[in-house]
């Protein structure tokens, strides 16, 4: 059974930087996209970075220059490196690992920026 673990989220001020990882266990196959999402009170989800296989990634336009995306194939494990934390982006961050015989999504973690 796949499981996607985050951790690293918290609280933290306006200004301030925080590390999520994501671990995948349960299969030998490095998913083909791993994906951040966040979802704040009242809000849709949204995808917030992805990076596939091969190190291509793609950002939320508000985030875009803040946070950065990576992966560890032999660990199965992608981050979220997120600098210059606004309140706005206070949310659920949840992870995402998907291949085309696969969509497993972590627990979430919480992420709160105060101003």
């Known amino acids: 059974q796949v499981q996607l673990v985050e951790s690293g989220g918290g609280l933290v001020q306006a200004g301030g930087s925080l590390r999520l990882s994501c671990a995948v266990s349960?299969?030998?196959?490095?998913?083909?996209?791993m994906n951040w999402y966040r979802q704040a009170p009242g809000k849709q989800r949204e995808s917030v970075a992805s990076?596939?296989?091969?190190?291509?990634?793609n950002y939320l336009h508000s985030v875009k220059g803040r946070f950065t995306i990576s992966r560890d194939n032999a660990k199965n494990t992608a981050y979220l490196q997120m600098n210059s934390l606004k309140p706005e982006d206070t949310a659920v961050y949840y992870c995402?690992?998907?291949?085309?015989?696969?969509?497993?999504w972590g627990q979430g973690t919480q992420v709160t920026v105060s101003s």
């Open positions: 995402n690992a998907w291949t085309p015989h696969l969509d497993a």
């Open positions: 349960g299969t030998a196959f490095s998913p083909v996209a």
């Open positions: 990076i596939s296989r091969d190190g291509s990634t």
